[in-house]
């Protein structure tokens, strides 16, 4: 299995330009989450989708961010406009949930990230 | 979920075994702890999680405490490989992960 593909691999724009960001999960996962890495703030978690739909999106800054997830296969998050605290490192994580959820066989797989630098 | 306590950094001499501690004295009944490792420039790693009994895998050993305030993991022979930062994560129902700010754990020679 090719694990969970994110592209690009790095980003760099300049303030104001829409970014658009894509994740591929694993074949057969059915929840997909989008997270953000920065210095200051760690790990977070933006949004998450369960069968396509997103169920959690409490993590998402504001509405400059969109998150959209069309087939099982793909995801984007989208940013416009571009800030430059938007800089960070977004990855992409996928699972396999299994009736309620949050039991200890759904193991979270995430892909390399994308570096993102808004200038 | 359960508040963490991990040490902030770590050393360990390749060959030794790394035993990581976390405290998680809040975490509920139905709380897994969870493991993760992220090295550097990569996304994170899952390693291995347990609910109350000592977990082994092929990477690593939990240890959970009697009363499920602490947890340990050990990572039997640590390589240069290993170097990573190191998160505890209590989990339950939910399906989101809330990571903390971990452990960096440096193997030297």
């Known amino acids: 299995d090719a694990g969970v593909i994110q592209s690009p691999r790095h980003e760099v724009t300049e303030m104001g330009q829409e970014v658009t960001l894509r994740c591929k999960p694993i074949?057969?996962?059915?929840?997909l989450f989008w997270y953000r890495q920065t210095m200051m703030r760690g790990l977070e978690l933006l949004i998450y989708?369960?069968?396509?739909?997103?169920i959690d999106d409490s993590g998402m800054p504001e509405d400059r961010f969109s998150a959209k997830m069309p087939n099982a296969s793909f995801s984007t998050l989208k940013i416009q406009p571009s800030e430059p605290r938007d800089s960070a490192v977004y990855f992409c994580?996928?699972?396999?949930?299994?009736?309620w959820g949050g039991g200890p066989k759904e193991t979270q797989y995430f892909g390399p990230g994308t570096r993102l630098l808004v200038l | 979920d359960a508040k963490t306590t991990q040490p902030p950094s770590m050393d360990c001499a390749e060959g030794r075994a790394a035993n990581l501690p976390c405290n998680h004295s809040t975490i509920s009944g139905n709380e897994y702890v969870y493991w993760y490792r992220q090295i550097h420039s990569q996304g994170p790693q899952y390693i291995i999680h347990?609910?109350?009994n000592n977990e082994t895998n092929e990477m690593a050993s939990l240890i959970i405490t009697e009363d499920r305030k602490s947890s340990t993991l050990i990572l039997p022979h640590a390589t240069l490989r290993d170097t990573a930062v190191y998160y505890c994560i209590p989990r339950g129902t939910a399906s989101k992960l809330t990571f903390g700010t971990g452990t960096r754990l440096q193997v030297t020679l």
């Open positions: 347990g609910l109350k």
């Open positions: 074949s057969g996962h059915n929840s």
């Open positions: 994580a996928s699972s396999l949930r299994v009736g």
């Open positions: 989708f369960n069968n396509n739909v997103p």
